[in-house]
């Protein structure tokens, strides 16, 4: 079922957006260098590749230069098989190439980026999320009138980002991330008790406004807030891109 919404999700997109060219600026792609959460049963923490393949395809379809980028640079592991749109944007697009080729921090240069998107995957919450020059990335970005996306886990990747104001970022947003209630009811990270933290209450503890099942219909909607766009779930990460494609359009306008 997850597999049928991310494909038809992916094919509805062509009716949303014209292919346009970006100006000049590019879009940050930002992962995880971790593999395991450092337990002796070694549980995944790999980035999601259902969440980063999709929004990649998105962005360089409508003529963006992506680029990615990881704490320690380099190879960015992923788990989940290849299939539909993640198989043809690793054949066709470079995804996994420019993938393995991420910058380090002291590579970036956040004044070249329109905007930054954080897929799933615990290992975010590992080294994303504690990696101060990271943060101060993603934060001038937005700084700069940038849009800053994320699906699932992503979301607590930025949780601790501060901006140039000292208030982080996610500040009386409304944001949405992996949820505690789906977190505790799963033994991925045995019920989170393996994680640094549970994304909602890091983003509630930073004055965010966190938006869960509880608070939606839909679990697959995609929330907008002052260019903060953000998900829940994975079959929706596609989406998540092509909101922040419009957000994007409309800010050169």
């Known amino acids: 079922m997850i597999k049928r919404i991310l494909l038809l999700s992916i094919i509805s997109l062509g009716f949303f957006l014209p292919a346009q060219a970006s100006d000049t600026k590019k879009i940050l792609i930002i992962a995880s260098n971790i593999e395991d959460m450092g337990d002796p049963d070694k549980h995944d923490a790999r980035n ?14 409508h003529g963006y230069d992506v680029e990615f980028a990881s704490p320690a640079g380099g190879v960015v592991p992923f788990m989940m098989e290849p299939l539909g749109i993640s198989s043809y944007t690793i054949k066709y697009e470079g995804f996994l190439d420019r993938a393995n080729r991420s910058l380090t921090p002291n590579q970036v240069k956040p004044e070249n980026y329109a ?12 080294d994303v999320a504690s990696n101060q020059k990271l943060l101060d990335i993603m934060a001038k970005i937005y700084d700069n009138g940038g849009v800053i996306g994320s699906c699932g886990h992503g979301a607590g990747a930025f949780a601790n980002a501060k901006l ?3 208030n982080f970022m996610v500040q009386g947003k409304r944001v949405a991330g992996f949820p505690n209630s789906t977190e505790r009811e799963k033994s991925w990270a045995k019920q989170g008790t393996l994680l640094p933290f549970l994304v909602e209450e890091q983003l509630r503890k930073n004055g965010a406004i966190v938006v869960n099942k509880d608070s939606i219909a839909d679990k697959h909607e995609v929330i907008i807030d002052k260019r903060i766009v953000s998900s829940m779930f994975l079959p929706s990460a596609a989406l998540v891109a092509k909101e922040m494609l419009i957000l994007l359009e409309h800010e050169k306008k």
């Open 164 to 166: 140039k104001s000292g």
């Open 115 to 126: 905007a930054v998107f954080i897929g799933g995957g615990y290992g975010t919450l590992f």
């Open 48 to 61: 999601n590749l259902w969440e980063y393949a999709p929004p990649y395809h998105i962005f360089v379809s």
